[in-house]
Structure formats: C-alpha cells, structure tokens
C-alpha cells in the first residue's frame, strides 16, 4: 500500500475534536485512507457508507446507530461517514450525530465533491470540521511518502536548495505517472489497456452517480461534450464565449458547467496573477484535468501533469498549516508567460515553468520574473539528470528530481 502524505497531516492530534472531512476526486482513495486510519486504530467496523439502504435504515431506527458496533469507552472511537453529503438534508444529520457524541467519538467524513456545493443542506457545521483534500498519487508519494517540507518561515529559494539538494531520482517514477496517472487502481495495474477503459467509465460514473445525484443539471450530454474538449485546450486560457458558440449554449451555461467540473473535481482552473504584471491578462483562467492521461501531446500532458503535482503540494500546506499558498499564471497581452506562479498571503513566491526538454530559460521569464520583484524561478523538464543555474535565482531542474 503506497502511504499517502496527507495521512500524518490530516489525522494530527493538534486538530482537536473537528471532524475530518476528506474530499477529492473519486478514486482518488479516500476510502482506502478512512479505512486505514480504523484499522490502525482497531475500529474497521465503523465504516458506514450512505449510498447503502440498510446504513441509512439503521440511521432512521436511531440517530446514533454506529455505537451499538462500538460502545463508548474510555478511548475516544474512530468513525467514516462515506458519501453521506448525498443524503437530503446531510448537513443536520451530520450536526446532530456530532453534536450527541464527540466527546466519545472522531468521526471521517468522505466524499468525492466538494462538501458546500449543496446550498439547502441545513444548519451550518461551521466550528465542527477541518477539510483535507486527497488528489491522486504524486511523484513524492511513490519514492519517500509524507516527504512534503512546509515552507511557511522559508523563502522560496531555500525551499528550491532543499529540494534539489537530495540524492533522489524518480524517473521511471514519473513516466509512470505521465502514462497511467495519478489514480491508485491504474496506476498499479500499469495496463495501457485497462487505464483507457478506466477513464472512459470514470466519466460516466462521475457524471451519472455524482452531478446527476447532487444537482439539476438535465441535459448531461453537454458536460460531456464541454470536458472532451478541455484536453485539446489544456495549457490555453479558454473562452467561455468560444466554447459556447461551439457547443451553441450560453455563455452563462458554460461557466456553470466548469464549475460543476471542478465541483467535482473532473477539472480545475488556474486563474491569472495581476497584479505586479503590466498589460497583464485579466480574465482568462487555464483549465486543467486530474487525469492528465486524456491530454494526447506529451509536453501538454507534462504541464498537465505539473499543474495537478503543484495544487496537490499547495494544499497539503495549507492544510497542515493553515497558510494562504495558492496557484496562478503569468501572461501579458503581448502572449508571453510563465506557466505558474505560486503566492503566500497574496504575494508571488516561486515561478514555475514547463517544458518538455531541458532548454535555456527564456528572455521573456526573466522579465516576468523581475517584475515581480526577483522572485526565484525554476524551469523543470522531463529530461533526466538536469539541474543547474543559469541565473541570478533561476534554475533548471528535472522534474523527477524537484518534485519527488
């Protein structure tokens, strides 16, 4: 079983009494992890799943049904609550079940949308939680788990000179991942073949199970047809004016439907940094996809692939720290960019660029990169074996060797 980095982050004794609600793709393994956690801790028999009948039969017999399975003690039970957002109302069954038993019992709480996006679910569970976000399996996760530094008193520099300081190489690691994805089942299965089929089914259970269960969206084929789209355009600022002409919907419609993508966590978009940046880009977000297999060019699949590497990273910080790290993109309206930018509390910290070979930091980078005040930078490639300065806080590095 690969360790996840999130396990140590999300289960710390420092979060007190808070439930844990683990959200992310589907199949991303949140049940193998909630499951883990009450098996090391010897409660297997609490895991409930709410899409089964009989789960939700034993609910209606009685509110606190999962302590007949294990009954208080002087040791304080571990419980997971599967899917239980799709039940009508989840919020208020949520907040009586904890608001009756906390002080005997930790509850996990998992599901594969996001836990707000139902907006009449009932009372608030503000106070009640902390949220933790499990994305598919990243390159750090394969070669040396829970090997995630947080850079909160570091500068950006000193987190590059951490990482290309280790004795690592990760490079069948990282084909690996570019050719399977970050997915557990194919990922480990490593069958061209099954991870095709894989996908295609993915779709249609995400689709069909969860957006048509938890909103009213009618017509899916639409939702289809909008995400087949997106691996053409990934590493593009996209249009929601052009994709609607396209698909000949509205553009309000459009916007409603990424969302609901990234609702579900199909897709996410980085949006574009502004300030600092004249004659920036103001609007225009990038969409990128947690299956970076359907992205056909390889050195679009890479920026795919280390776009969802960066906002996996990015959010096991915040969520071990509580910190305000989020992801950007750099592009001015002469169409010259960086592919992304990482800010603490609103300020631009690290530059990141893609490519496919190991190639010269481009003139164009540099510029960028004064504008924001000399930031580092670093240009990662798939090529093996490189890692060098070439400027003044500007570095190349390998992938396999940076992000592991």
Known sequence: MIERALYNIAFSEEWGRQMRFITGPRQSGKTTFAKLKLKRENFKESYYLWDLRRVREKYKDNELFFTADNPPSVRKSWVCFDEIHKMPKWKNILKGIYDSSFENYNFIITGSAKFDISKRAGDSLAGRYFTFHLFPLCLNELVKAGDFSMPVS???EDFIKQRISRDVNAQEELKLLLEYSGFPEPFT??????QTKWSQDYLDAVVKEDIGALTR???????????KLLPEMTGSPISESSLASHLEISPPTIKNYLKRLEDFYLAFRVHP??????RSLLK???????????????????????AVELKTRINLWNDATGSAFSLFYIRNKEKQEVDFLITQDEKP???????????????HCFDLQKM??????????????????QNKNSYR????????
Do not use: H
Not at 217 to 227: G, W
Not at 284 to 306: H, I, P, Q
Not at 372 to 389: A, R, S, T, Y
């Open 349 to 363: 910290w690290l530059l990141v660029e893609t490519k496919s070979s190991d190639t010269p930091i481009a003139k």
């Open 189 to 194: 299965m490593q069958s061209k073949r099954f």
């Open 217 to 227: 969206i009618i017509d899916k084929e639409y939702l289809y047809d909008l995400y």
């Open 372 to 389: 924001l005040g000399g930031i580092p930078l670093v240009q990662l490639c798939m090529e093996d074996n490189i890692c060098m300065l």
């Open 273 to 278: 940094y502004s300030k600092n940046i004249k």
């Open 397 to 404: 590095v390998s992938a396999s060797r940076f992000l592991a």
């Open 154 to 156: 570091v500068t950006a």
């Open 284 to 306: 225009a977000s990038k969409c990128y996809l947690y299956d970076w297999t359907l992205v056909k060019d390889m050195g679009k699949r890479f920026e795919n692939y280390t």
